[in-house]
């Protein structure tokens, strides 16, 4: 009975690939691909001559009769820009749909980034919250990490480089200045783990490049007073001020976020001036 193959692919250094995920590739009818240029590569370094077909976002919906057809006769592969498809990218309609037609679909395990990074952080692996990418806007981002406050796993998300100052900037002011891996261009020549706190991952990436991916450390009962470094409480400070807040304002705003004593954050207030 033909089948639908889930093939993980790399996530950068193309010699993470699995022989058996090769041997698919190369026995299949057909690839439907999220990224034709990427897979091509891939497809080239390993002499694999099978046949693609775009699978993307923006195709989904009408490429998916075609795909489900092609299945009733043969077997099809399903590989996503990198790692394990249907995670994070347009598969998840096609599994969906195959599985209630009946279609054997097969995973082909391999690299995925969501394990890289969770076992290079440095941070509790035992369990942990996938968000996947975080919201675009900037309110419904904040509105993800106020319901999360308490969230005492560890949480794992993908960023974009040109959202990612901002994300980091809420992160700080809604969950507090904890323990951060930044993990980015994982595999790649470029590869860079970076551990420590928000605000210093702030300080960091000045100007971010690449796919990024964040570990952030789980809630562990009252914030450290310690923890929230007089980096933060200044910078957060000083952007309400910007903003037009009063001190009153800022600093009842900024006591509800960090729990730190009204009295240490209007001194910090002070000492700006």
Same mark, same amino acid.
């Not at 250094?13 to 897979?39: P, Q």
């Not at 900024?254 to 910090?268: D, E």
């Given at each position: 009975?033909?089948?639908?193959?889930?093939?993980?692919?790399?996530?950068?250094?193309?010699?993470?690939?699995?022989?058996?995920? =090769?041997?698919?590739?190369?026995?299949?009818?057909?690839?439907?691909?999220?990224?034709?240029?990427?897979? @091509?590569?891939?497809?080239?370094?390993? *002499?694999?001559?099978?046949?693609?077909?775009?699978?993307?976002?923006?195709? *989904?919906?009408s490429k998916l009769?075609?795909?489900?057809?092609?299945?009733?006769?043969?077997?099809?592969?399903? =590989?996503?820009?990198?790692?394990?498809p249907g995670i994070?990218?347009?598969?998840?309609?096609?599994?969906?749909?195959?599985?209630?037609?009946?279609?054997?679909?097969?995973?082909?395990?391999?690299?995925?980034?969501?394990?890289?990074?969770?076992? =290079?952080? +440095?941070?509790?692996?035992?369990?942990?919250?996938?968000? +996947?990418?975080?919201?675009?806007?900037? +309110?419904?981002?904040?509105?993800?990490? !106020?319901?999360?406050?308490?969230?005492?796993?560890?949480?794992?998300?993908?960023?974009?480089?040109?959202?990612?100052?901002?994300?980091?900037?809420?992160?700080?002011?809604?969950?507090?200045?904890r323990k951060i891996?930044?993990? @980015? !261009?994982?595999? #790649?020549?470029?590869?860079?783990?970076?551990?420590?706190?928000?605000?210093?991952?702030?300080?960091?990436?000045?100007?971010? @490049?690449? !796919?990024?991916?964040?570990?952030?450390?789980?809630?562990? +009962? @009252?914030?450290?007073?310690?923890?929230?470094?007089?980096?933060?409480?200044?910078? !957060?400070?000083?952007?309400?001020?910007?903003?037009?807040?009063?001190? #009153?304002?800022?600093?009842? *705003?900024?006591?509800? =976020?960090?729990?730190?004593?009204? #009295?240490?954050?209007?001194?910090?207030?002070?000492?700006?001036?």
């Open positions: 009975m033909p089948t639908l193959y889930l093939v993980a692919t790399p996530i950068g250094n193309l010699e993470d690939i699995s022989l058996r995920a =090769v041997r698919i590739l190369g026995e299949v009818r057909l690839i439907a691909a999220e990224d034709t240029r990427r897979t @091509r590569r891939l497809l080239s370094v390993y *002499k694999i001559k099978t046949p693609q077909t775009s699978y993307h976002e923006h195709n *989904k919906k009769s075609y795909l489900l057809e092609r299945l009733e006769h043969e077997d099809i592969a399903l =590989v996503s820009e990198a790692g394990m994070s990218d347009p598969g998840y309609e096609l599994v969906l749909a195959a599985i209630e037609r009946g279609t054997p679909v097969v995973a082909i395990p391999g690299p995925s980034v969501l394990p890289t990074a969770l076992a =290079v952080s +440095g941070l509790p692996t035992n369990q942990f919250l996938y968000l +996947g990418f975080l919201p675009r806007g900037k +309110g419904e981002r904040k509105r993800l990490l !106020e319901s999360i406050t308490s969230e005492s796993r560890t949480i794992v998300a993908f960023e974009a480089p040109h959202r990612l100052l901002d994300s980091l900037s809420d992160l700080l002011e809604g969950l507090g200045d891996a930044v993990c @980015r !261009e994982l595999t #790649k020549m470029h590869e860079e783990v970076f551990r420590g706190t928000v605000s210093q991952a702030m300080a960091h990436f000045s100007r971010p @490049r690449g !796919e990024f991916t964040l570990v952030i450390a789980g809630y562990s +009962g @009252r914030r450290d007073q310690k923890e929230l470094t007089d980096f933060f409480i200044k910078e !957060e400070l000083r952007r309400l001020r910007c903003e037009g807040a009063t001190a #009153k304002e800022a600093v009842a *705003k900024l006591a509800r =976020v960090t729990h730190l004593s009204k #009295k240490l954050l209007y001194k910090a207030w002070l000492e700006l001036s």
